[in-house]
């Protein structure tokens, strides 16, 4: 059990471009959520996945944001056209849906910052 | 919407204290209630999970309390090191699995 997992570290974009993010969460939870957090800010809950099916999505979440987790395993979380808005702190996270084990594991994050 | 609220946003102790860091959450039908630790630039790290029918949970030098009725948790740390200097954020559960966080108490411990 290596933790989860976030690529990349750091990212630096122009404003517009697209830019996507990679979590591989531990291999035995089903459970794996994206959250994205500002400087003094508690996370904020982007989107939720049971297995490969997308449950939740925040209403905050534009258009330009997609997540994908194919065969319930790594996911991807894409923004289209960034914004200066979208810099901040892309957190993942997993854990197990079994009761009384559902303790969630945060990633090291993903830094983004559109110039 | 459940908000979630932590008192202080910061707190300079100094080695050896014991302190208590406070979380209150507005919607009391919650799932369960986490503890997590963040270093800067860092993810989170989970101390406690506390079910919403448990009282407290304890891990070491952590003890953590649920009062659910009355929407308060509190994280009690007992003789502070200054390892132990991080933010420490509260989240919420409600049924749905989606989580809610404070924005944090920010403690340093002076050596």
């Known amino acids: 059990d290596t933790g989860v997992s976030q690529d990349p570290r750091h990212k630096i974009t122009k404003r517009g471009q697209n830019v996507t993010f990679r979590c591989d969460p531990i291999s035995e939870h089903n459970r794996l959520y994206w959250y994205r957090q500002t400087l003094g800010q508690g996370p904020e809950f982007l989107t939720y996945?049971?297995?490969?099916?997308?449950?939740?999505k925040s209403r905050l979440l534009s258009d330009r944001f997609s997540a994908e987790r194919p065969k319930g395993s790594f996911s991807t979380l894409e923004i289209q056209r960034t914004e200066q808005g979208d810099s901040a702190m892309y957190l993942c996270a997993s854990s197990s849906d079994r009761v009384f084990d559902e303790k969630l594991f945060f990633g090291s994050g993903t830094q983004l910052s559109v110039l | 919407k459940q908000e979630v609220t932590q008192i202080p946003a910061a707190l300079s102790v100094p080695e050896g204290e014991n302190l208590v860091l406070n979380c209150s959450f507005t919607d009391s039908a919650i799932y369960n209630l986490q503890w997590f630790r963040q270093d800067p630039g860092k993810g989170l790290t989970s101390l406690l999970l506390i079910q919403s029918s448990q009282r407290e949970q304890t891990s070491g030098r952590l003890n953590a309390s649920l009062d659910k009725s009355s929407g308060r948790s509190t994280l009690y740390i007992a003789a502070s090191q200054p390892g132990d200097s991080a933010t420490y954020l509260c989240a919420v559960e409600n049924t749905g699995n989606q989580f809610y966080f404070g924005t944090g108490t920010s403690l340093t411990v002076i050596p």
């Open positions: 996945f049971q297995n490969e099916a997308q449950l939740e």
